[in-house]
Nanobody
Framework: QVQLVASGGAVVQTGGSLKLSCAAK????????IGWGRQAPGKERQGVGC????????YYTDDVKGRFTISRNSAENTVYLQMDDLKPDDTGVYFC????????????????????WGQGTQVTVSA
């Protein structure tokens, strides 16, 4: 299975912005769909969104649509999650994972088939 590392988490104020990174060590992220999920304390992991293989589009859950943006930088072999207008409900551990390109669509926003989820990065939004 592919190995991905999520990083960039921090403590931010309500209304602030943060950019997370998802980097691959020994494979090209352009060959896969990349998904972002998050887990709040005491809750199950929920999907945030995904981006298809290189040249594809991104999809988002309703609670982050219009505030979060997923993008790729092929030269850096990295996928990013730009988070704007952050809210306290965005607090949680954020993870990224890969899947075949066809797993990323608006019908699979809970990211079935993506994995492994590995180690995430903590995002805390203070109220």
């Amino acid at each position: 299975q592919v190995q991905l590392v999520a990083s960039g988490g921090a403590v931010v104020q309500t209304g602030g912005s943060l950019k997370l990174s998802c980097a691959a060590k020994d494979f090209s992220t352009d060959l896969y769909a990349i998904g972002w999920g998050r887990q709040a304390p005491g809750k199950e992991r929920q999907g945030v969104g995904c981006i298809s293989s290189s040249g594809g589009r991104a999809y988002y859950t309703d609670d982050v649509k219009g505030r979060f943006t997923i993008s790729r930088n092929s030269a850096e072999n990295t996928v990013y999650l730009q988070m704007d207008d952050l809210k306290p409900d965005d607090t949680g551990v954020y993870f990224c994972a890969a899947a075949a390109y066809y797993y990323c669509s608006d019908a699979n926003l809970q990211l079935g088939g993506f994995g492994p989820w590995g180690q995430g990065t903590q995002v805390t939004v203070s109220a």
